[in-house]
């Protein structure tokens, strides 16, 4: 059963920086897409960024591009997100999810995690 568990967010002042992280569990990752995405109160869930478990591959949404790096060790089945320079509209649950085909879709990724609530501070 794939597991994907997100931890590390928390509030943050703006301008701040923190690293979430998924520790995805279950299957065999390594022709697999991990994504991020994000879902503020009233909002649609939105792609954040993706990378492919050979870290060849990585996508961004234009409005974290320069501020957000996502990486994955996969000796430990893990992908991060490295959030930098965070502003008043990131706020926002952030989700990991599973995708054989990545990309922005959400409809392309099949399992996700149970979110981290990223706050920030003005």
């Known amino acids: 059963q794939v597991q994907l568990v997100e931890s590390g967010g928390g509030l943050v002042q703006a301008g701040g920086s923190l690293r979430l992280s998924c520790a995805a569990s279950?299957?065999?990752?390594?022709?697999?897409?991990m994504g991020w995405f994000r879902q503020a109160p009233g909002e649609e869930r939105e792609f954040v960024a993706c990378i492919h478990w050979n870290g060849a591959l990585r996508s961004y949404a234009d409005s974290v591009k320069g501020r957000f790096t996502i990486s994955r060790d996969n000796a430990k089945n893990t992908v991060y997100l490295q959030m930098n320079t965070l502003k008043p509209e990131d706020p926002a649950v952030y989700y990991c999810?599973?995708?054989?085909?990545?990309?922005?879709?959400?409809?392309?990724?099949?399992?996700w995690g149970q979110g981290t609530q990223v706050t920030v501070s003005s």
């Open positions: 999810a599973t995708s054989r085909s990545g990309a922005s879709m959400i409809s392309k990724y099949d399992y």
């Open positions: 279950g299957r065999t990752f390594s022709n697999y897409f």
